[in-house]
């Protein structure tokens, strides 16, 4: 049992304010593993003064300081990969070989931000005058518990390269790897209040920074419904601000496509992180005439993806977060059964064999219409929907038939056929036969999938104020 009751303020380890003590599970087991003692206002505002007190000197710091400091806290947290390890499986329920991924991406985030610091010119000539990019001020970094480490690091790394400073209100669901970052992070040697980690409740901690006149940008991750609140938040001090929401991604199979490698890439698109991704391929698009081919594959496959337990190297599908989420995920499949939907596999209640943890059964419906619930919204969830398509004009309208656009993905044999597609598909982000990620560029959503991007150039650039120099110099 893990007793958490410090937050970091101004280069130390500090008992909050706060003192509303917060249960944390292993998500596996339902059992508690541990207690954390949630910040409130008083310690938010100490960060953000912290912050902006450490802003004055830190944004004038040069690229090589920096990159300096990020060196240090890519090392620092590389030499805790495998206490991160164990939490992201213990306190996320992320299945082993996740894990180490995730465990691993948090540090190689620092590494990718510092890439991008390196080859980025803050100041340009145009014409006879020059421009600068100069850090907008305290950035309010806001992070989801389905990758916390991940978050923290990427967001504070592109923070600091741009020259800002920070306060980072993390999931209070994911302390335990809060704890081990920031414990890493300060072993790096970063002057005081260049960072702050106040882990408390999001209409706490988060409210408190959206509103906050001290704070020039918000960066958050997390849902649709609260990135509403964060910008209507920040609306009264004009906050710059970069919301990374929701998604409810199309999978788009066209007519062409080899199903021996479309529906592996489907599950792989529907299920990953336990189901619990923003960008998820949640809504896989089938033309019609192969319907039945694609149904009796993905069934087969379905019910060979194993949900359990997270240790075993077997497991793809972990469980869901917590007891809430996993409620959620069950009024879903209820609705979509009580919608019409026709399930093809899966269902509500826990896989066979097992009789506790929040695990939920691998679930594909079909005969889906892209006006049923299961369509619109976001389940956060291995819940998919197969729809079918008479021909591509129409898939490509169902496809953008959406709130979201996040995120899509093509199948095709026929590389010009899926550009095509592709060219006409509004998400941020298109993959094509493959699922991968380029740190490198940018990532965001279109319509209420966001706001702004993260990563690379443009992500860095969301952390700067272009300032225009003219006249005789």
Known sequence: MQSIDKIYIDGEFVTPHGEEMFDLFNPATEQVIGRVRLADEHDANRAVAAAKRAFASFSRTSKSERLDMLQSMGNAVAAREDELYEAIVEEYGSPVVRARWMAKYAQTAM???????????????????????????????ITPWNANAHFICNKLATAMAAGCTAVIKPSEMSAIQTRIVTEALHEAGVPAGVFNIVTGRGDVVGATMSAHPDIAKISFTGSTAVGKT?????ADTLKRITLELG?????????????EEA???????????????????????????RLAEFEMRIRAAAEKTQ??????????????VSEKQWNRVQRYIRIGIDEGARLLTGGEGRPDGLKSGWFVRPTVFTDVHNDMT??????????LSIIAYRDLEEAIAIANDTTYGLQAYVVS???????????????????????????????GGFKQSGIGREMGTMGLEAYLEPKSVMGTF
């Open 247 to 259: 998604g409810k991604s199309p999978f788009i199979v066209l007519d062409d496509a080899n199903f």
């Open 413 to 443: 044999a026929d590389a010009a056929k899926a550009r095509e597609v592709v060219s006409r598909i509004d998400a941020g982000r298109v993959m094509i036969n493959a699922i991968t990620h380029d740190p490198a560029v940018p990532f």
């Open 374 to 383: 299961i369509a619109r919204e976001e389940i956060f969830g291995p819940v």
């Open 307 to 320: 949900s359990g337990d997270p240790r075993d190297p077997a497991t793809v599908i972990g469980p869901m």
């Open 111 to 141: 590494a990718e931000a510092a890439k991008t610091l390196r080859q980025y010119d803050f100041t340009r000539r145009i014409n006879e005058s020059e421009v600068v990019m100069q850090p907008v001020g305290v950035a309010g970094l």
């Open 263 to 289: 529906v592996p890439l489907a599950l792989q698109a529907g299920f990953m992180n336990n189901g619990q991704a923003c960008i998820a391929g949640t809504r896989i698009l089938v033309p019609q005439q």
């Open 230 to 234: 964060i910008l209507r938040a920040g």
